[in-house]
């Protein structure tokens, strides 16, 4: 990259490539990423590692993670949600609810997302379950279009395999 455009790879981009390996299950080679990385790891490289974990079911590299991730910054919701999601996933209840009272007792919330979408020259807001949104109506309408379309050409894929 450095050589051919003239960019050298900083902590964003290495966090890119952990996420798309681990994505993909390589996991040796990101692993040796991670251990031959030019720069130190920081709070956007183990995010995508966590994130990894949570998609492979990687408890025990994920807990480590999420620990790691805890003590760099112990008020982003992301390590909490990320672990609980792990713990959810194999149906570890009792783990899942240790690390809610955590985010209690520290006083971390999980911000909501928005989403934003610009139609014409409005640009529009809105969250997850969102019924107040005027155009809620048009919004969920082209939503169903598209996941319709989605599952029109899964099954075509499915066919042609």
């Not at 455009?5 to 996991?27: K, T």
Request: proline share 3%; net charge negative.
């Amino acid at each position: 990259m450095t050589d051919d455009y003239g960019i050298v790879p900083n902590e964003e981009h290495y966090a890119c490539l952990i996420d798309l390996l681990g994505r993909a299950g390589c996991f040796d080679e990101l692993m040796n990423q991670l251990e031959n990385m030019p720069c130190k790891a920081g709070d956007q490289v183990w995010n995508a590692l966590l994130g990894v974990c949570r998609i492979h079911g990687n408890t025990e590299l994920g807990r480590k993670v999420a620990e790691h991730l805890l003590e760099l910054e112990p008020q982003s919701s992301a390590p909490y949600v990320l672990l609980s999601s792990i713990y959810a996933e194999e149906g570890r209840w009792e783990l899942v609810e240790k690390v809610r009272r955590l985010m209690d007792e520290r006083h971390v919330r999980k911000e909501r997302a928005i989403s934003w979408l610009e139609v014409g020259s409005r640009l529009h807001a809105f969250t997850v379950s969102d019924r107040l949104h005027p155009l809620k109506e048009e919004i969920y309408s082209v939503l169903k279009q598209l996941a319709d379309q989605m599952e029109e050409d899964a099954s075509l894929t499915n066919l042609e395999n």
